[in-house]
Each structure stands twice: as C-alpha cells, then as structure tokens.
C-alpha cells in the first residue's frame, strides 16, 4: 500500500521544500493544500482517515507547515480535533521549519559538550529561539536567557512559555552592542537566532570575553549573525570557541526532518510537534 501524505500549509502554496523532503523520505505521494486554516481542514483530514482502515491507517500521515507558526499551530488543534478515537493517522507540525532547525541546533551544540549546569543566551526570541531553549532547558541548562530588542516583547513571550510548557526562560534585551556583551559575560553558550542577513553576536560583544564555548548561528544570509563565523562551521575552534555554521546545522535539520516524516509511518497515533520532534533529532544524533 503506498505511503499517503496530506500536506496542510497555511500559505498560499504549500511549500515545494517541504513536498521535496517527504518525497526523499520515501513518501509515494503528496496531497497539497495551501490556505489551510482551523476552518477548512477537517474535510481533507477526513478524508485521509476514513479511506483506510485498521492496520492500513499507518500508511497515511499528516504534515503541517506554513510560515505563520501561530497559524499552524491552530490548524494542528483543529487537525486532532477530527480523529475519531483510534481512527486517526500520525501528524507531522513543523511550521517555518522550527521544530527541526531548533532540534538541529541544539545537538550541534551539544556534540562534545555537555550544557548541564551552563548558562545559555539565545539572540532571538521567535519559534526557532523559543524551541531551541525549550530544548536546552530540557538538557539540563542552570540558565536560558532569550532575548529581543524589546524587553517587554521578551518577557510575554518567555511568561507564555512559563504557561504552556512550565519552563523558566530569562527575558533580554539588546539594543545595544554594548548590551549583548553584558549578556555574554557570563555565558557558556550562544545562539544567534535573529533575522536573516542580521549580525546579533558583533565583534565588539565578543572581545574580552573568557566564559563562552560554544557558539551556534542559524543565518546563512550575509552579513551572518556572529561576526567572525563561517556557514559551514562545524565544531571549528575559534579563540578557544567552537563554532557551528548555518550550513553545518541545516545539514543535520535535513536529516531530522527526513527522519520525522519516515517516523509517520510506522504507526497511525504519533503527533510530532515541538515538544516530541527533539526526541527524534536525539535517536537520529546517538545512531550516527
């Protein structure tokens, strides 16, 4: 029976990165459907569940995307909302590629490194920066500052994570160069996770700093977020700091998102979201 999967994008067009990688994780076909909502799902979920039964319900799956996380994260409520007890297939969330590129950073810092009892400062409080400290925190960091250029931004963003996953996240903020060095006093870890072609780690923030190990940055786009890294950075040593590029951890997002979407398919009850995506980056990481 060939493998099914129903792709649900909150944008117009569903995206073709996302259909390319299902296909190279030997999914048979790909039914794509962009403007999806909370609204207008329910009919194709339905479909994809009532066409096959029992044991045959394993061969079709769901994926989630879209470059609106908030968006897709009501369509996936609306998606689970339609299962009918154990009439249900296996679901995929990974809108704007978060869940995987925040998994892939985090076991790109952790390769040789162990983060318990480490302080760690994100640059960057959007979906990639809030997984990725969900995911650090959960490693066993003393100490997750995420920060912004708005504190107040910061300090909703880390209350709603206080609420929805009863984590404690420091807010920051960085208006300044001067600012970030402050931040990077005392840190074991950072990770640029600000917006494309945006330096958030400059020179100045780094000079004279004696506590840092690792560095991480999600930016391929000129000028990159650190000053001084390459993209295909992977664990090179820097001034005593290590450092992962953008190419170096895409490249191991690519297998965690392969590997996710084959995982659909071994059952027909598994949600993959931010909070079980990780597991799957750590099976794929320790079988290497």
Do not use: W
Not at 87 to 104: E, F, H, I, Q
Not at 121 to 137: C, T
Not at 156 to 163: L, N, S, Y
């Amino acid at each position: 029976m060939k493998k099914l999967l129903l792709h649900l994008d909150t944008d117009p067009v569903a995206s073709t990165f996302d259909q390319a990688v299902a296909y190279d994780s030997g999914v048979d076909n790909i039914i794509a459907y962009g403007g999806a909502t909370r609204d207008n799902v329910t009919p194709h979920v339905h479909g994809m569940i009532f066409t096959r039964g029992g044991k045959s319900l394993k061969n079709s799956a769901i994926f989630i995307g879209g470059s609106n996380v908030a968006a897709s994260d009501l369509v996936g409520e609306a998606v689970k909302k339609a299962f009918f007890g154990p009439v249900r297939v296996s679901v995929m969330l990974d809108p704007n590629g978060s869940n995987t590129t925040a998994a892939a950073i985090v076991r790109k810092v952790l390769t040789d490194f162990d983060v318990k009892g480490k302080n760690v400062v994100i640059l960057g409080s959007g979906p990639v920066g809030q997984r990725s400290a969900l995911y650090l925190l959960k490693e066993g960091a003393a100490k997750v500052t995420m920060t912004s250029r708005s504190m107040q931004r910061t300090k909703a963003i880390t209350e709603e994570m206080k609420a929805n996953y009863g984590v404690d996240v420091t807010p920051g903020e960085t208006r300044s160069d001067e600012a970030v060095k402050q931040l990077l006093a005392d840190a074991h870890v950072a990770i640029a996770a600000g917006p494309a072609g945006v330096c958030v780690i400059p020179e100045a923030a780094l000079q004279n700093n004696s506590s840092l190990e690792v560095i991480a940055d999600v930016n391929a786009v000129p000028p990159l977020g650190v000053a001084g890294i390459e993209v295909m950075d992977n664990g090179t040593e820097k001034n005593g700091i290590r450092h992962y590029g953008a190419i170096a951890i895409g490249g191991f997002k690519m297998k965690v998102h392969q590997g996710a979407v084959s995982s659909l398919f071994d059952s027909n009850e598994q949600f993959l979201d931010e909070t079980t995506i990780y597991d799957i980056a750590c099976k794929i990481d320790n079988a290497q």
